[in-house]
Structures are given as C-alpha cells and as structure tokens.
C-alpha cells in the first residue's frame, strides 16, 4: 500500500516537474527515442500498434474490465473483484486529471487521432492497471508474464504510433501500477482477508491453513 502510494505521488510530482520545470517539452532521452521510431517504420509494427490502439482505448478496456470483475465475482473473488473494479477507476481518474491540468502536448507527428494531452499515457496506465491488479489477484506464472509484455508492449506501441514521448509511458505505467497496489492494500486492510497464497480459493485456501498447522 506505501508502495503504491508512493508511486501515485511520485508521477503527480513528476508531471508538475515536466509543465514547470521542462515547460512541457520532451527530455532529451523523449526526443532521441522518438526520432528513433520515426525513422523506422515497418509494416507489421504499425498494424500491431494499431490493434492495440483500439484494445487500449476507453471502450475496450471498460468492457474487458467489466468482464474480468464478472469472472472473480463468479468465483467468489468478492476483493479481488472490487480490487480490479477501484484500480481501474482510480488510474483513470488521476490519469485524466492529470492530463487536463498539466496539458503536456503530444508529439506533432502522431499517426493516429487523439483527443487529450500526453502526460502520462491513458493507454499504458489502464494497461498496468489491470495487469497487476490481475496478478495480486492470482499470483501465477502466466500473470507475470501477461503484466510485463501487455505493459510493455503497449508503452512500445504509444510511442511507435508517435502519440507519446517516452515519458509519459513510463508515468502512465508507474501510475496504474501504484494504483493497483494502493487500492489492494486498502482493501486487504478494509476487509482484513488472510494474505496467504491462494486466498479467496478455497482449495487452496485450505492447503495453506493446513499447512499452517501441520
């Protein structure tokens, strides 16, 4: 929960940093990268950044959240449903608040239309959002690998489409990462559920009460 915390305030501050400090331009590393990417453009890349510029946006990832609440609320996933449910929101609503106070521009060569401003990235901080708040959930192999390619691939993507500096990508995911955190410390306070491995399952849950005692 600290950690999260802490994340949270570290990108609001750095965000203040780049409007006032920075007045709002790209760093030195942000304007590298970029012309990097501009300069090499390959088919296959832009179609996939282009599919995940769709799954990214707003509409799709309600739905997939949505969807994702609806399994662990099947399941009896009763916190890790809310948890999925508030870290979403809570990524959402910093991230678009800090996009409307800060008003960083994008990058003027941006391939695909946008509506808000840069700072920090909507697309990479709903991404890490649910994939981390996925793997406090289920703490398995297949979650850590799903949090750190959808993350990263989707960071990749913003910035390949030219629609972001490097920056801003890394914030966005610093910022639906801590948020994930935050609101799964709160809610393990809040409900004050045992954190053991596999808690809310009851196979599992079990194994680990026996083994506890054993």
Known sequence: MLVGGLGIVGV????????????????????????????????????????????????????????????????????AAITVALAMALSAGISTVLKAALARPRPSDGIVDTASNAFPSGHATAAA???????IALPRTWTRVLAVVWITLMALSRNYLLVHWLSDVI???V??????????????????????PGAGIPGERQAASTSLTS
Do not use: C
């Not at 990417?37 to 599919?51: K, N, S, V």
């Not at 910022?175 to 809610?187: E, H, I, R």
């Open 12 to 79: 609001v501050l750095a965000g203040v940093g780049v409007a006032t400090v920075g007045g709002n331009l790209p760093f030195g590393l942000d304007q590298a990268w970029h012309d990097v990417l501009a300069a090499h453009r390959f088919p296959a890349a832009g179609a996939i950044a282009g599919a995940l510029h769709v799954i990214g946006g707003t509409l799709v990832m309600t739905i997939l959240t949505v969807l994702v609440v609806v399994v662990f609320l099947l399941m009896r996933r009763f916190r």
């Open 129 to 135: 959002a649910i994939t981390i708040a996925l793997l």
């Open 171 to 173: 914030a966005g995911a």
């Open 175 to 196: 910022l639906g990462a801590s948020a994930a955190l935050l609101v799964s410390g709160v809610m393990r306070l809040f409900l004050k559920e045992p954190s053991l």
